[in-house]
T-cell receptor
Framework: AQSVTQPDIHITVSEGASLELRCNYSYGATPYLFWYVQSPGQGLQLLLKYFSGDTLVQGIKGFEAEFKRSQSSFNLRKPSVHWSDAAEYFCAVGSRDNYGQNFVFGPGTRLSVLP | EADIYQTPRYLVIGTGKKITLECSQTMGHDKMYWYQQDPGMELHLIHYSYGVNSTEKGDLSSESTVSRIRTEHFPLTLESARPSHTSQYLC????????????????FGNGTRLTVT
C-alpha cells in the first residue's frame, strides 16, 4: 500500500522568499504524484501533477516540483512567495487498482507568509 | 472553475437529525469520492464510487451511506447525526479510463462544513 509523509507540519516564510515543501512517498510501482493547495474553508485545488517523463514539472501560480525516484521525494518549490500563497498544501500519490485510480494524501503542510 | 458542486456549504444541525449532503459534477466523471477532513488534519476517504450503482467504503469507517443513481450525483446521508460527525466533508471526482495509462487527478468541491450540536 502506498503512503505519503510531509515532514513539516507548519512553515513560515517571508513574502518574497523562496519556498520548498517536502514530500516523501512509499509505493511499489511507478507513482503518480500530485500537489494540492487548500485555502481556508475551501476544497482542494490541483497545483501540479507528475505522471511520467520530465522529472521537473511546472504548475499553476508559479509552483514547480521535482520527482526524485532515488529519494522517493516530490518536493514543491516556488522561487518567490506571495502573501496569497498562505494555505494548506497536500501531497498525494495515486495508484491504480483493478478499477481505476485510488489516492493517498499526506497530512498537509500549513504555510504562513509574513509581510 | 467549479465543475463540482456541494451543498450546503455550512450546516448546523441537532443530534439525531437525518441529513443529506449533496454533490454534483458536470464533467461526466465516472469515479466519485467523499473525504472527511477535520480542521488542520489530513483527508480520510470514507466512500467512493466507480460509476452508476457502484458504491464502496473507504479507508475510514463511517456511519454515513452514499448512493449513485446518476453519474453526476453522489449524495451522502447520515441517518442520525451525532456530535462526532462534526467535520468538513469534501466531494471529489476523477476520470476513470480502464485499460489506459491515463490517470486523472481529483477535482474537488468546496466542501460542506457540518456541525452537530
Amino acid at each position: 500500500a502506498q503512503s505519503v509523509t510531509q515532514p513539516d507540519i507548519h512553515i513560515t516564510v517571508s513574502e518574497g522568499a523562496s519556498l520548498e515543501l517536502r514530500c516523501n512517498y512509499s509505493y511499489g510501482a511507478t507513482p503518480y504524484l500530485f500537489w494540492y493547495v487548500q485555502s481556508p474553508g475551501q476544497g482542494l485545488q490541483l497545483l501540479l501533477k507528475y505522471f511520467s517523463g520530465d522529472t521537473l514539472v511546472q504548475g499553476i501560480k508559479g509552483f514547480e516540483a521535482e520527482f526524485k525516484r532515488s529519494q522517493s521525494s516530490f518536493n514543491l518549490r516556488k522561487p518567490s512567495v506571495h502573501w496569497s500563497d498562505a494555505a494548506e498544501y497536500f501531497c498525494a500519490v495515486g495508484s491504480r487498482d483493478n478499477y481505476g485510480q485510488n489516492f493517498v494524501f499526506g497530512p498537509g503542510t500549513r504555510l504562513s507568509v509574513l509581510p | 472553475e467549479a465543475d463540482i458542486y456541494q451543498t450546503p456549504r455550512y450546516l448546523v444541525i441537532g443530534t439525531g437529525k437525518k441529513i443529506t449532503l449533496e454533490c454534483s459534477q458536470t464533467m461526466g466523471h465516472d469515479k466519485m469520492y467523499w473525504y472527511q477532513q477535520d480542521p488542520g488534519m489530513e483527508l480520510h476517504l470514507i466512500h467512493y464510487s466507480y460509476g452508476v450503482n457502484s458504491t464502496e467504503k473507504g479507508d475510514l469507517s463511517s456511519e454515513s451511506t452514499v448512493s449513485r443513481i446518476r453519474t453526476e450525483h453522489f449524495p451522502l446521508t447520515l441517518e442520525s447525526a451525532r456530535p462526532s460527525h462534526t467535520s468538513q466533508y469534501l466531494c471529489a471526482s476523477s476520470e476513470y479510463w480502464q485499460d489506459s495509462s491515463y490517470n486523472s487527478p481529483l477535482h474537488f468541491g468546496n466542501g460542506t462544513r457540518l456541525t452537530v450540536t
